[in-house]
């Protein structure tokens, strides 16, 4: 299954927006690019997902890039409940069934006051 | 809409003691897997179901058994606990399909094993 690679930590100013990098350079045509967060003490939560084209919604942005081997989440305006750890995933379409949510160490998102 | 439901939301077990996490979603979702997060680390998949009557192993099975008799169970049981099983553990469900929409996850089980 193809992996994704994204930085451990990065840090943010309140009211700023971030930009969440994600390098997944083994992603192949059936893959989906799912962007979960979890904080503290809670279940994960769903962001945003994607295939090929660019998408929004009322939490995020999703930029993929052309080649489809990195995409980046971007937070508009970083607020201190936007602190977590944001999980960056690849979920492949199959006949048989998706492939299920396999998850890596993502990135812990700090916001500075 | 209750969404997913784990019960009980926390544990303590004594080694080689068994038990069953209970998970349930109202949602008819197909999918449904386990999660363990230790300290500091992000989820490890367990087990995971694409339907009723369906189960498949995930990354980090063993010690786990779990069945799917129904759509909106799926229990995970420890026969005999051992320290190394003391963690976080979350329920997942969801309703890909071609599209790959997204997952619900429940608020955890904290298990402690002694």
């Known amino acids: ?113 | 809409n209750a969404g997913v439901t784990q019960t009980p939301k926390f544990q303590v077990l004594k080694t080689g003691q068994s038990m069953t996490l209970q998970c349930a979603q109202d949602m008819n979702h197909e999918y449904m897997s386990w999660y363990r997060q230790d300290p500091g680390m992000g989820l490890r998949l367990i087990h995971y179901s694409v339907g009723a009557g369906i189960t498949d192993q995930g990354e980090v099975p063993n010690g786990y058994n779990v069945s799917r008799s129904t759509t909106e169970d799926f229990p995970l049981r420890l026969l005999s606990a051992a320290p190394s099983q003391t963690s976080v553990y979350f329920c997942a469900s969801s309703n890909p399909g071609r599209k790959n929409t997204e997952a619900f996850f429940g608020q955890g089980t904290r298990l402690t094993v002694v």
């Not at chain 1, 809670?42 to 295939?51: A, C, F, T, W």
């Not at chain 1, 980046?72 to 999980?87: M, P, S």
């Open chain 1, 1 to 113: 299954d193809a992996k994704t690679t994204q930085p451990n930590s990065m840090e943010s100013n309140e009211e700023e927006p971030v930009h969440l990098p994600c390098n997944h350079s083994t992603i192949s045509g059936t893959d989906y690019i799912h962007w979960y967060r979890q904080l503290p003490s809670q279940g994960p939560e769903y962001v945003i997902h994607g295939l090929t084209s660019n998408v929004n919604n009322r939490m995020a942005s999703l930029a993929i890039a052309e080649d489809r081997k990195s995409s980046t989440l971007i937070l508009h305006r970083a607020t201190l409940r936007d602190a977590a750890v944001y999980y960056c995933i690849l979920s492949r379409v199959r006949n048989s069934g998706n492939t299920p949510l396999v998850f890596g160490k993502g990135t812990r998102l700090s916001v500075i006051a």
